[in-house]
């Protein structure tokens, strides 16, 4: 028995969000493991950009649209087989420090998006497992902040990120009789667009540095070999996990 096979060769990863800077990583991950990969993306052709050189199909999707999910699912299927692994890796933020000035709108965007739609995108997946009597993998990108709370204006954010890493739990739960395995991993501070803007100076990045052990911002591709693992063989007794890839920024 092999005991070091990722068992992802020939399998299909759907990924949200693929055409981001952690999505587009983590998708450039699985493609080397020897997936066949579904880049979805609000952002078609953003998607098909990052799908082709990894022999990929791209996808255009507005996940807050749900009852467009199932068929999202039903196309990836049709062109590169059933999606063992969805990856949610699709996120928004809509910073606002003034929490008495936040409106609903704010609170709606981010959690259609961080969470509602991962719900039932991972619902419409494990349906589709489950009538084929097929095993799967769900990864959930969540964030440091289901454990701290969010600093910057990112509590609503970050509200939406821990309900992510208690849906991972509950999913994992009830899926595990089907050989669904449910897992979240949690960046901490990432060079992407998200934290780090024009604007932003090095003074600031280097405050940002000083408070993580490792002693750099992370960068997307530290993100896919946890993903990749998660979803992989050699994590075929992990699940309702949440894998903290942070540069020790946090500890637990």
């Excluded at 981001?20 to 990583?25: E, K, L, N, S, W």
């Excluded at 991972?122 to 349906?127: C, I, K, L």
């Excluded at 960046?187 to 100076?201: I, S």
Aim: hydrophobic share 50%; glycine share 12%; proline share 4%.
């Amino acid at each position: 028995m092999r005991h070091l096979d990722w068992g992802l060769d020939g399998s299909t990863v759907l990924v949200t969000g693929g055409a981001g800077a952690i999505g587009r990583a983590i998708c450039e991950g699985f493609a080397e493991a020897g997936a066949r990969v579904a880049v979805a993306d609000l952002d078609g052709a953003a998607a098909e950009a990052v799908a082709a050189p990894l022999g990929g199909a791209g996808f255009a999707i507005d996940l807050i649209r749900i009852a467009d999910l199932p068929r999202l699912v039903a196309q990836v299927e049709a062109r590169l087989g059933l999606p063992a692994t969805l990856v949610n890796a699709a996120g928004i933020i809509r910073r606002n420090a003034d929490y008495l000035s936040v409106t609903e709108e704010e609170w709606d965007a981010q959690h259609a998006v961080n969470l509602k739609a991962a719900f039932f995108l991972s619902q419409a997946v494990a349906a589709r497992l489950i009538a084929a009597r097929a095993a799967g993998s769900i990864v959930n990108v969540a964030s440091q902040g289901f454990w701290s709370g969010g600093f910057g204006g990112s509590v609503v954010y970050n509200a939406a990120k821990g309900g992510l890493v208690t849906m991972t739990r509950g999913l994992a739960r009830a899926w595990a009789p089907h050989g669904i395995r449910v897992n979240a991993l949690a960046p901490g501070l990432v060079e992407t667009p998200m934290l780090v803007t024009p604007q932003t100076t090095r003074a600031e990045i280097a405050a940002l540095e000083a408070q993580i052990p490792l002693g750099r911002l992370g960068q997307p591709a530290d993100h896919a070999g946890a993903a990749v693992f998660l979803a992989s063989a050699m994590a075929r007794y992990v699940t309702g996990a949440t894998l903290n890839v942070s540069g020790g920024f946090l500890m637990y």
